[in-house]
């Protein structure tokens, strides 16, 4: 449930009344005009009516620089919905302008983000260096991997290519780091390890593809939902940050085999979290206001997804052709 407030003159508060009837609001009250003329409406909306609501409160006041319209949550009201009533709400889909507010403000390459790439990613190496796992998972908690990859996610089932080269730039950048930090520790860690932490972010397999589109899929469905995105950060954490950091340790200690086969592991994880994410956005029905802006987003999502197929499978292909070396 959600309680709007819109402000605008007296001569479309009766157009904003009729859209709010329209939609079929739970409530409409409507104050007295102040001495500028000024409307104040207050509005009580089910989080399942509440996208068309705002998409036509939009279309009819998006040009009228003196209205306002404001979102806040409810987390309680009297008297109670129904049962229909709150089997509707579970299944709704969060709006669009809320999903767009989370995820592009997580998407921002800033000090903060490059601060717990750097904090994450030592945690992480050491933990596959000391073969740790309780480390390991210690360093996904604070990996802040989640936001940009949702956010490239959400970019292109909008067609938003303003977001989608931002959050890419983020994600590029965030794995360069951990890469680079990993390559400086393996540089002076005093010997090679040999730990199964470490050794088995080398080789990819097809858990590897079902555990990365696992993770998108939960993610995307963790923001839509308005589910907990702890633990599904965890896990696109598990598909991401541990690889990048292996091509950086193997790097620093002259194993470019080992390295390549890390790369192709992240490759396949990039490519399943995001194409998981694009589809769950997609299958969702989150999608612009506009017709015109459907439409190009439609167009955006097919090719993205066609792209991270494409990747994926080609890069499948590689993991299962290479070469097997038989030593004599």
Known sequence: MKYIEVITNEDTADTVVGIAAHC???????????EAGHQEIRILVSDAKLQELLDKL??????KADSRITVLAVESYLPRSSDSERKEEKKAV?????????????????????????????????????NNVAVIIGAMVIAPLLGPNLAFGLGTTLGDWTLMYKSALTIFFG??????????????WPEQPQSFELLSRTEAGLDSVALALASGAAAA?????????????????????????TVGIMLGYGETDLAKGALVL???????????CNLV????????????????????????????????????????????????
């Open 24 to 34: 079929n609001v739970t409530d409409i009250r409507m104050r007295n005009a102040d």
């Open 58 to 63: 939009e279309g009819a006041l998006g040009k």
């Open 94 to 130: 969060a709006a669009r302008d809320a999903l767009y507010n989370e995820v592009e403000r997580n998407s921002h390459f800033d000090g903060n983000f490059v601060l717990l790439v750097v904090l994450s990613t030592l945690v992480a190496a050491i933990g596959m260096l000391e």
């Open 175 to 188: 794995v360069i780091i951990a890469i680079l930090l990993s390559f400086v520790m393996a540089m002076f």
């Open 221 to 245: 469905l963790s923001l839509s939902t308005g589910l907990s995105s702890v633990l599904v950060g965890v896990m696109v954490a598990v598909a991401l940050l541990p690889p990048a950091s």
């Open 266 to 276: 992240l490759g396949i994880n990039i490519a399943s979290v995001n194409l998981a």
């Open 281 to 328: 956005f997609f299958f969702k029905g989150i999608s612009p206001r506009t017709w015109r802006e459907k439409a190009k987003a439609k167009k955006a999502s097919f090719i993205y997804a066609a792209v991270w197929s494409l990747t994926l499978l080609l890069l499948i292909l590689v993991v299962y052709t290479k070469p097997v070396v038989v030593n004599t």
